[in-house]
């Protein structure tokens, strides 16, 4: 399973979206995908998941498919995330 979170890298919630991705490396053993908006990538998975508000987490399983979405300011709690990280 995969997760991604889409964030603009040049904005004010950047330094909350990086520092609970390396608070999440270290605390649950596993990796968030960062892809930011700005690139083509990034874009066209907002598009892709109809995500309009930002910072955005995506939950993939080994298929590609959609598990969880969350959109906004506010951040998963860590353990919710970790759920989706077992496979």
């Known amino acids: 399973m ?3 979170v ?3 890298p040049r904005s004010d919630h950047s330094r909350t979206v990086e520092d609970f991705a390396r608070d999440f490396s270290t ?3 596993h990796d968030l995908e ?3 908006l700005e690139s083509r990538d990034g874009a066209a998975m907002a598009t ?5 508000r930002y910072p955005a987490i995506v939950a993939l399983d080994n298929s590609g498919g959609v598990m969880k979405i969350w959109e906004g300011p506010v ?4 353990n919710e995330l970790a759920y989706y990280t077992q496979s």
């Open 27 to 29: 605390q649950m053993a």
């Open 75 to 78: 951040m998963p709690l860590m």
């Open 34 to 36: 960062l892809v930011s």
């Open 2 to 4: 995969k997760i991604i």
């Open 6 to 8: 889409l964030y603009h």
């Open 48 to 52: 892709m998941y109809d995500i309009v």
